[in-house]
């Protein structure tokens, strides 16, 4: 039989299948391991998914199998999932554990929503706190200060600098503010995501929320159960420690683990251990607490390295829970802070001026 001719996958197809990357390796575990062959699976996915960006990539994939490739080529070509899960599955494949490896892929990829859901959760309140002082801080800014700025200019009395400030602003404002304002609010949430989110300059924002003490204990939290959890799976599914830890940089979300993880991979390569490797990376402790590194050395040492690793990162995914319910309470002198400046500068340009006034009628 004349084999299928192989289709080209359009960068447009993987953007609309990566919505539905998770449901396709979740699904594909189940049905391997309840016994159906890899075709038969790939078929029975391929009548439950909706997008067609999907739908063309399961083709392909039935496609290259039908041909002789493996399940790992084939998945690797749709450049769908990441390294490690490739990795994973190649693994499986060799050693005739595709099905369980499968499910460790798919409890791993829950596991990682779940971690970032909680960062979400968490960081809802404050950047929520801190738009909404924004937007009050540009109404007061947009029609309250010119109004304000009418008036005092009329007083006859020595305006302090603040009010002084106050007047300009809203003199400026008044004329300008149809033009000033939307630019301000573009910069604004421009900044927002060059700061935050854009790839190439994230790790600034990054930088900031590692110095405030309540969401770097987070982000700690975090990474340390991904790390524990991840690494460990890993290697009990047969993956090499080098690989295993590249696949881990790789994945991981903020800069300072991702070069930590880095750097023990390179360190186990050359033949050191993770704990040697860690305990001569710089400023280990502000990324890994001591105890965690005895943790692992004693793995290393008695053979059960994949379940201490575990064993951390359940450990650290309670403490995640805890953290996160109290983060608001932790944050909230800071935001109040800085909501209080606001208010607090607001409050002696308006009070200044009326209090001198007074003093003049007197």
Partial sequence: MTPKKQKSISFLSRLSAKQERDYFIENL???TESGMDVLASLQAIKEDVRS?????????????????????????????????????????????????NLSVVALQQEKDRAFKSKIRSAMMYPVLVLIITFV???GIAWFILPRLS???????VDLPLVTRILIAVGEYLRENGKFVIPIIIVVFFSTLYFVFVYKK?????????????????????????????????????GLPIVNALESLSR???????????????????????????LKSYKSISILIP??????????????????????????????????TKNLSTLLEPILLVIVWLGVVGVAVAVILPVYSLIQGVN
């Avoid at 979300?253 to 704990?275: A, T």
Wanted: positive net charge.
């Fill in 201 to 237: 300059t994230k790790k600034i924002g990054q930088e900031i929320l590692f110095a405030i003490p309540p969401i770097r204990k987070l982000v700690r939290q975090i990474e340390l159960a991904r790390f524990g959890y991840i690494l460990g799976t890993l290697i009990s599914a």
């Fill in 150 to 156: 009418q008036v005092f200019s009329q007083l006859s």
């Fill in 290 to 323: 001591t105890p965690v590194q005895h943790l692992i050395a004693s793995g290393e040492q008695s053979g059960t390295l994949s379940k201490t690793l575990q064993k951390i990162g359940r450990n650290y995914e309670v403490k995640i829970d805890d953290t």
């Fill in 52 to 100: 067609s960006g999907m739908k063309m990539i399961i083709d392909t994939m039935i496609i290259d199998i039908e041909s002789g490739s493996t399940l790992w080529r084939a998945l690797e070509r749709t450049k769908l999932a990441q390294d490690q899960v490739i990795a994973l599955v190649r693994v499986g494949e060799e050693s005739g554990r595709l099905s369980e």
């Fill in 251 to 277: 994945s991981a979300s903020f800069r300072r683990y991702k070069d930590l993880y880095s750097y023990v991979g390179k360190k186990v390569d050359e033949g050191f251990s993770i704990s040697d490797s």
């Fill in 136 to 138: 009050i801080a540009v």
């Fill in 29 to 31: 575990s189940m049905l």
